[in-house]
């Protein structure tokens, strides 16, 4: 299988991007954090100890509407769970992150909003990785399927998805704590308990760097899994913007 | 060191990697910090640093410090006691308001905040001037105004060296890492004359334009650099624009020493057309894109001078020799 492509800091003008290419469903994803910035409005409130992780998803062709809203919603639990939003200058500061679906099949209206959310997720954690905002750990996420005869099925492509009987996201961070569970089909208990556990050997893999401080690799190895892969686009883009410093050593 | 170590947000810092020194306690930079509890081992470590953004780890031996360093192109954060370029944009009753960065609130500097300043000779700063400044404090919270000063208030002296307006010149704009990279470099060169931070292009320069009476130059951290070439003559502002060039180049590209040297060995070699000709050439082979018609800026190369002729002409005392910028690096 073909891993994801990626790449960071491809726009000047925001403090951080990524862009990132799922190869199974097709997606491609531009994604931008500004931060810290000062918000417009009174949206500190709240929390005025922390800051307020904003989530924008924009359609490439429509305006965002209820699934957007949806999903930012998701994104935005889950990103300012891994966001150290008390370090300093963050406080009452916003951490906005706009995605843009550049790519890939539309999702319309009343389409479940869950095979994007994989890529959403990835992009922005890469975005966030650019614009150098403190997190505690970073994750990765991974689309996974049922279909009727409860087989369970990963890389999914937009047509998989739309006739599994039923559709999970999960994500993991990197010291393997369940992030984010979203799930929707029909499925029982012991459907959902071993698309965790294949869910968590995906994503598990490349999340535990190996005695010597390397990614451990498999036989699938070279960032066909997604922690792996993050790792490696941010290695290469830290080597090419450090070049005159870790030559001259 | 042999390969630089590379961490993600939630990788632990090795202990092998921290500075052994016990003399004084070990100081956490920017992107490491304390977020969980050593495990009940208290003989293995008594800390774990945690990275929390993605870099290069780089340890500093002496001072006992751990930082990450991260992606250059960030947007700047005024920091406290950090040098910046400033441009004013208007003036008020007390204060100049001035733009540090674009798209943020402006920073506030004290009408009478310059060296010698009294309520009947202060400089009477227009909108669109540049002054040189230090970010003297940053507020606390969101909606605080940044305030700058081009002046010591505890001594009444431009302190460090350089600060207040800057006159005559040419703003370009490079990178924040780039812009730190040369205050280190700047900041240190006197002590040694080899590459710091494989930063040679300043060095280069300026054995480049000696002859014409050196320049000057001022970085600030927000990722503006002033150059002033007046001392050239009539070449003045070719070669502030070639220094400019030169200096965006080399951030653009992530040129190597080499690099450097071959970018501002091809500047000059006389003034005819075929010679600038062959500059326009060489930079196009470095610098494909960036640099619209070089051929109008040649150098002129004339006798040799001796390195002293680079400290520019000193006016009224306020310009301090050669680099403005020889500030203390504040690491970030």
């Known amino acids: 299988m073909v891993g994801p492509t990626a790449s960071l800091s491809n726009l000047s003008r925001s403090d951080g991007s990524a862009s990132y290419k799922c190869p199974a469903t ?20 709240l929390k005025p100890e922390e800051a307020t992780v904003e989530v924008f998803v924009k359609p490439g062709n429509t305006t ?4 957007e809203r949806h999903v930012e919603g998701i994104l935005r639990n889950v990103l300012s769970k891994v966001v ?35 890529a959403l997720l990835h992009t922005s954690l890469l975005a966030l990785l650019s614009a150098a905002v403190p997190l505690s750990m970073t994750f990765s996420a991974t689309l996974m399927g049922v279909d009727k005869s409860g087989a ?33 089909g029909r499925f029982d208990f012991d459907t959902w308990e071993q698309v965790r556990e294949r869910a968590l050997s995906i994503c598990q893999d490349m999340t535990t760097p190996g005695p010597d401080g390397d990614v451990t690799m498999g036989e699938e190895a070279d960032g066909s899994r997604p922690e792996g892969f993050v790792r490696e686009t941010v290695e290469d883009r830290l080597y090419k913007d450090y070049s005159w410093k870790i030559d001259s050593i | 060191m042999s390969t630089p170590l590379i961490l993600l947000p939630g990788d632990e810092v090795p202990s092998s990697h921290l500075p052994s020194t016990k003399s004084n306690p070990l100081k956490l930079g920017s992107g490491v910090r304390l977020l969980s509890q050593p495990s009940a081992k208290p003989a293995a470590s008594n800390h774990i640093l945690t990275a929390t953004q993605a870099g290069i780890l780089a340890t500093d031996a002496k001072r006992n410090t751990v930082s990450l360093q991260s992606f250059s192109n960030r947007r700047y954060i005024p920091t406290t006691n950090d040098l910046v370029i400033a441009q004013v944009h208007h003036s008020s009753i007390d204060y100049f308001h001035c733009i540090v960065t674009p798209h943020t609130a402006q920073a506030l500097l004290g009408q009478l905040s310059f060296e010698g300043a009294t309520k ?16 003297s404090s940053v507020g606390v919270g969101a909606g605080a105004e940044v ?24 703003v370009f704009d490079i990178s924040t890492g780039f812009s730190a990279r040369l ?21 280069e320069l300026g054995k480049k334009l000696e002859s014409l009476g050196g320049f000057e130059i001022a970085v600030g951290r927000n990722g503006k650099v002033w150059i002033d070439c007046s001392a050239a003559g009539e070449n003045a502002i070719k070669s502030t624009i070639a220094v400019g060039r030169c200096l965006q180049t080399t951030d653009d590209k992530d040129l190597n020493a080499m690099d450097q040297k071959k970018l501002v060995a091809s500047i000059d070699k006389g003034t005819d057309d075929v010679s600038s000709l062959r500059w326009a050439r060489n930079i196009a082979v470095l610098a494909p894109l960036s640099i619209p018609s070089p051929a109008q800026y040649p150098l002129e190369n004339s006798g040799n001078r001796k390195l002293a002729d680079l400290r520019p002409r000193s006016k009224a005392g306020i310009f301090p020799p050669f680099w403005r910028s020889l500030a203390s690096c504040s690491l970030p």
């Open chain 1, 152 to 184: 369970i099925i990963t890389d999914l492509s937009a047509a998989d998805a739309k006739a599994a009987a039923s559709l999970h996201v999960l994500a993991f961070t990197s010291k393997n704590h369940l992030l984010l569970n979203e799930s929707e």
């Open chain 1, 84 to 118: 150290l939003g008390r370090e300093r200058g963050f406080p009452r500061r916003g951490v906005v992150i706009t995605l843009g679906i550049v790519g890939g099949e539309t999702v319309d209206r009343g389409d479940s909003y869950l095979t994007i959310l994989p």
């Open chain 1, 64 to 67: 965002a509407g209820v699934g």
């Open chain 1, 26 to 45: 097709g997606y491609d994803v531009l994604g931008a954090v500004n931060a810290p910035i000062e918000l417009p409005a009174r949206r500190d409130a």
């Open chain 2, 183 to 203: 205050i280190r470099a700047s900041s240190s060169s006197a002590d040694h004359g080899d590459a710091i931070d494989g930063l040679v292009v300043l060095a």
């Open chain 2, 120 to 135: 009947k000779t202060r400089p009477m700063l227009k909108g669109g001037d540049l002054v040189y400044a230090r970010v």
């Open chain 2, 147 to 170: 305030e700058i000063t081009c002046v010591n208030p505890a001594t009444g002296k431009a302190e460090p060296g350089g600060l207040g307006p800057l006159t005559g010149g040419m």
